[in-house]
């Protein structure tokens, strides 16, 4: 697999974030199996797919919390989480905050920012 098919694989992700993207549904799009894509794209970008997703997810999420004054169910709901719980769930996993302490404090987090694929010589 190319390093423009993994760059493929990334953008694909960045535009659907919000559409709930699936491993499956972008397998289809890059005429990969999933299996396969699943293995490029944890030894190409380090992570897994679900993993990556999720720590967009949040970051956007974060992002919209100290951008915004949306409510936090409606952020949750945006960013494919099924209920206010599970997001804050996440949240603090991720960050150590809830959604509402992180709104109310704005503490300095790591952020995950969209990953740039490199060609790796060997």
């Not at 953008?11 to 499956?24: C, H, S, V």
């Not at 099924?82 to 769930?89: G, L």
């Not at 109310?104 to 060609?119: C, R």
Request: a positive charge.
């Amino acid at each position: 697999m190319s390093v423009k098919t993994i760059e493929n694989m990334v953008d694909w992700i960045e535009n659907n974030l919000i559409a709930n993207p699936t491993l499956e549904k972008m397998s289809d799009y890059v005429g990969y199996s999933s299996f396969y894509c699943s293995t490029k794209f944890h030894e190409v970008v380090g992570i897994s797919f679900k993993e990556y997703v999720m720590k967009r997810k949040l970051t956007l999420a974060s992002t919209e919390l100290k951008e915004t004054k949306s409510r936090v169910l409606d952020i949750a709901i945006k960013y494919g989480f099924t209920s206010n719980e599970a997001f804050t769930r996440a949240f603090y996993r991720n960050y150590g905050y809830t959604p509402y302490q992180f709104r109310k404090v704005l503490p300095q987090i790591s952020l995950y920012e969209k990953t740039e694929v490199m060609e790796v010589t060997p």
